[in-house]
């Protein structure tokens, strides 16, 4: 997961948030952890192999939008 994210926004920093792990790049970008999920929260079943695909589509996708505020 860090090293998808890594690779989706390069010029990101990582720094603890909440208590939770957290990518940022004008702003927070994502925060992962393993935990029940919360409103708002993306949820992936654990049972499943990580959809990597779409954690960098996401990733890029908040790299944009914090580029735009």
Excluded: C, W
């Excluded at 702003?27 to 499943?48: I, M």
């Amino acid at each position: 997961m860090r090293l998808t994210i890594k690779k989706a926004a390069p010029k990101a920093t990582e720094k603890i948030s909440y208590g939770i792990p957290t990518f940022a790049s004008q702003g927070n970008l994502v925060h992962f952890a393993a935990f029940k999920g919360a409103k708002g929260s993306v949820q992936f079943p654990l049972d499943e192999p990580l959809p990597l695909t779409l954690v960098t589509r996401i990733v890029k996708f908040r790299v944009k939008q914090n580029l735009n505020k």
